[in-house]
């Protein structure tokens, strides 16, 4: 089954205590991006990736770090959380190049709380 | 002027109503139009995709584009309580990147 999958989906963590979280995904994208939802915001690109070793800042990098040293994999770090990184964060990935240019395939979502 | 503006509502329908969303957009460049829907705690999922002006139907759901105006719309036809979700609209340029409206949280009441 073609999916982007996160972990962890929830988890609660305190201020300035590194973390990571995962993205995988198995439909050979090249493309694959992190999105923060925040209500009255909407979704916010943090970074985005267009292949293995090249990856550039979106609309809200700070306080972020990404890396891509595979294709299937585009994890988001948070070396020093603080509470306004409180979000609902999706990873998302897309084919360049394919008919259905600009469709995301979204993961499930991981809920962080930083107390 | 934010370049995608999309009513929030909420909305609040009786099944079987038709239902009409949209946003607005500022910025010329864009050449691709979606519609998202996000069931909640869950990531959103494409619903339409369009990239020319006029209509698009698929099934009760039809993607209108009016690129002059910058106005797209969503209309959902004979609406299902399973249509109760968040429906995000998207548009999209030429290097990949998506900007989204803030979503639009739709009930649609047995």
């Known amino acids: 089954e073609a999916q982007v999958t996160q972990n962890p989906r929830y988890l609660i963590t305190v201020t300035g205590k590194k973390l990571t979280v995962t993205c995988s995904q198995n439909m050979n994208h090249e493309y694959m991006s992190w999105y923060r939802q925040d209500p009255g915001l909407g979704l916010r690109q943090i970074y985005y990736?267009?292949?293995?070793?090249?990856?550039d800042k979106g609309d809200v990098p700070e306080g972020y770090k990404v890396s891509r040293k595979e294709k299937r994999n585009f994890p988001l770090i948070l070396e020093s959380p603080s509470p306004n990184q409180t979000s609902l964060y999706f990873c998302?990935?897309?084919?360049?190049?394919?008919?259905?240019?600009?469709?995301?395939?979204f993961g499930e979502g991981s809920r962080l709380t930083v107390l | 002027q934010k370049e995608v503006e999309q009513d929030p509502g909420p909305l609040s329908v009786p099944e079987g109503a038709i239902v009409s969303l949209n946003c607005t957009y500022s910025n010329s460049a864009f050449q691709y139009f979606m519609w998202y829907r996000q069931y909640s705690r869950k990531g959103p999922e494409l619903l339409m995709y369009?990239?020319?002006?006029g209509n698009k139907e698929d099934g009760r759901f039809t993607a209108q584009v009016d690129k002059s105006s910058k106005y797209i719309s969503l209309f959902i036809r004979d609406s299902q309580p399973s249509d109760s979700a968040t429906y995000l609209c998207a548009m999209g340029g030429s290097n990949y990147k998506l900007t989204f409206g803030k979503g639009t949280l739709l009930t649609v009441n047995p």
């Open positions: 369009t990239y020319s002006s």
């Open positions: 990736s267009m292949n293995v070793e090249v990856t």
């Open positions: 998302a990935s897309n084919s360049i190049g394919g008919d259905r240019y600009g469709e995301l395939f």
